[in-house]
């Protein structure tokens, strides 16, 4: 890492590691070194981060909780930001007189959030119930399944932009849709939801409810992430198709490269044994586009991100 730069945040309130292995925080467990790894203690420190980085030009990436992240062998250059810190960890409700609002940090979990929500007799993202992530990451790409997506409950979202200024935005001037956020550029330091009170038992029975589908149709492995595609549009029908149904009828369930293999339960999780490498499942993705591309003529596009030195993408 070269000197210069990594004297942008010595006298910032950070902890900083260099040459830091990224592989083991994310799900997959595969995967190079980044440059940085830097975890902000403050919004204040975060905010000066970003914009020293801007003005430096060096490249920003945010880790949330690495469950839909894939990262090269090669490892990633520049500033890897994790907001783990309890600073970005907030929960605040009745945030403006009334409980219909919920303020939460972007490094909270969103699984004990919902959990939290249940307890709390709080209604409106029980949705997202069994999904792996942090708030910032499940806004960023509109986390969601069979009962729905983050972006339904948002209320604002705030961000640092890249010259270090905190803006909050209205959800009417932000876009989501399936798999994907229209989001200003810069870092999600958190978002206001819009909740309803309900009996907690009536919540936590609709958590219960979600979590034991999610149990019964996907492999809850910290191996596996979530989904490896979206599901796509078919143009005859204009509706979206199961991708995990197309790869399967491809007949690549349990198909393997190297030490990758895509589950014999559910052929849209793809998973790992130890001594994998990103590489491994990089094939398996080309493999299964191919195929699915072939019989139908569907491409099918990456719901886990990956990140490159070359430039990110599936």
């Known amino acids: 890492?070269?000197?210069?730069?990594?004297?942008?945040?010595?006298?910032?309130?950070?902890?900083?590691?260099?040459?830091?292995?990224?592989?083991?925080?994310?799900?997959?467990?595969?995967?190079?070194?980044?440059?940085?790894?830097?975890?902000?203690?403050?919004?204040?420190?975060?905010?000066?981060?970003?914009?020293?980085?801007?003005?430096?030009?060096?490249?920003?990436?945010?880790?949330?909780?690495?469950?839909?992240?894939?990262?090269?062998?090669?490892?990633?250059?520049?500033?890897?930001?994790?907001?783990?810190?309890?600073?970005?960890?907030?929960?605040?409700?009745?945030?403006?007189?009334g409980i219909e609002l919920m303020k939460v940090g972007a490094g909270h979990?969103?699984?004990?959030?919902?959990?939290?929500?249940?307890r709390r007799g709080l209604a409106g993202i029980e949705g997202m119930t069994g999904i792996p992530a942090q708030i910032g990451g499940a806004l960023a790409m509109n986390a969601g399944g069979r009962y729905g997506e983050i972006g339904d409950a948002v209320h604002a979202v705030a961000i640092v932009r890249p010259d270090g200024e905190l803006r909050v935005y209205a959800k009417s001037e932000?876009?989501?849709?399936?798999?994907?956020?229209?989001?200003?550029?810069?870092?999600?330091?958190?978002?206001?939801?819009?909740?309803?009170?309900?009996?907690?038992?009536?919540?936590?029975a609709r958590v219960q409810e979600y979590m034991a589908y999610k149990k019964s149709v996907q492999p809850m492995s910290n191996s596996a992430a979530?989904?490896?595609?979206?599901?796509?549009?078919?143009?005859?029908?204009?509706?979206?198709?199961?991708?995990g149904k197309l790869i399967d009828d491809a007949g690549l369930k349990g198909h393997r490269f190297g030490k990758a293999f895509i589950s014999e339960r559910h052929a849209n999780f793809f998973t790992c044994e130890p001594g994998a490498r990103t590489d491994d499942l990089r094939e398996l993705v080309r493999v299964a586009q191919g195929a699915v591309r072939d019989r139908t003529g569907l491409g099918l596009e990456t719901e886990v991100v990956f990140w490159s030195r070359h430039g990110d993408g599936s």
């Open 1 to 97: 890492m070269d000197r210069h730069w990594t004297s942008l945040f010595s006298d910032l309130d950070v902890q900083v590691q260099a040459d830091a292995p990224l592989g083991p925080l994310t799900w997959f467990g595969v995967g190079g070194r980044a440059d940085a790894l830097v975890v902000p203690r403050s919004p204040e420190a975060l905010a000066e981060l970003v914009r020293r980085c801007r003005h430096n030009q060096v490249r920003v990436r945010v880790l949330g909780s690495g469950a839909n992240l894939l990262v090269d062998d090669a490892g990633v250059e520049g500033v890897v930001i994790s907001l783990n810190h309890e600073s970005f960890a907030s929960l605040e409700v009745n945030t403006e007189g």
């Open 174 to 204: 932000l876009h989501f849709a399936y798999r994907h956020a229209t989001l200003p550029e810069g870092v999600i330091a958190w978002a206001t939801f819009s909740m309803r009170e309900d009996n907690p038992l009536a919540v936590r």
């Open 109 to 118: 979990d969103l699984m004990k959030l919902v959990t939290e929500c249940a």
């Open 226 to 243: 979530g989904c490896m595609f979206k599901n796509p549009v078919d143009p005859s029908t204009g509706q979206r198709v199961s991708a």
